[in-house]
């Protein structure tokens, strides 16, 4: 069970995330903006004057890079979620690829390497509804040791 403080984050974080995406809320952000810049000649565009924003600015900036992560952590768990659930459904699907997320990123360089490679092989068949999986990828690659070894 999730703290009350993680709760109270989330859902507050998806609610920052989403008012801020909103144009409403760059419109507010420009006219400060113009409302500080027309401020400047009152204030003989003095160092605070400059300090206001400056410190304004870096001070919303950091608290977003938090708020955003959370949104974003818990978006990308979600579509990996659904992505998992995909590859489970389907019978051809390798699920050896359900925890994908997981594999370092040398690892990872190595299967994009091979589906590059299928998509390569895919691109010479006349037939663009054939496919190719992991699976049959290695069914191929063990046909071939066999063949070689005889």
């Known amino acids: 069970m ?3 403080i993680s709760l ?3 859902k507050f974080s998806a609610k920052v995330t989403k008012a801020t995406g909103k144009p409403l809320a ?9 409302g500080w ?8 565009y003095s160092d605070t004057w400059q300090l206001v ?11 977003m890079v938090f708020v955003i992560q959370q949104s974003q952590n818990k978006d990308t768990l979600a ?7 995909l590859i489970a459904a389907t019978a051809t699907a390798s ?7 997981d594999l370092t990123a040398a690892e990872l360089e190595t299967l994009k390497k091979f589906y590059i490679k299928l998509s390569e092989l895919a691109k010479k068949e006349d037939n663009i509804h054939a496919t190719h999986s992991v699976d049959e990828a290695k069914e191929i690659h ?6 070689a070894k005889k």
Do not use: S, W
């Open 37 to 44: 810049a027309i401020t400047g000649p009152f204030f003989h």
């Open 8 to 10: 109270f984050f989330e």
């Open 142 to 147: 063990l046909h071939k040791k066999r063949i």
């Open 53 to 63: 924003i400056n410190t304004g600015t870096t001070i919303i900036t950091f608290l």
């Open 95 to 101: 699920n050896r690829l359900v925890d994908v997320e």
């Open 79 to 85: 579509l990996q979620l659904k992505l998992n659930e």
């Open 2 to 4: 999730k703290k009350p």
């Open 26 to 34: 760059f419109i507010l952000a420009c006219f400060i903006i113009i």
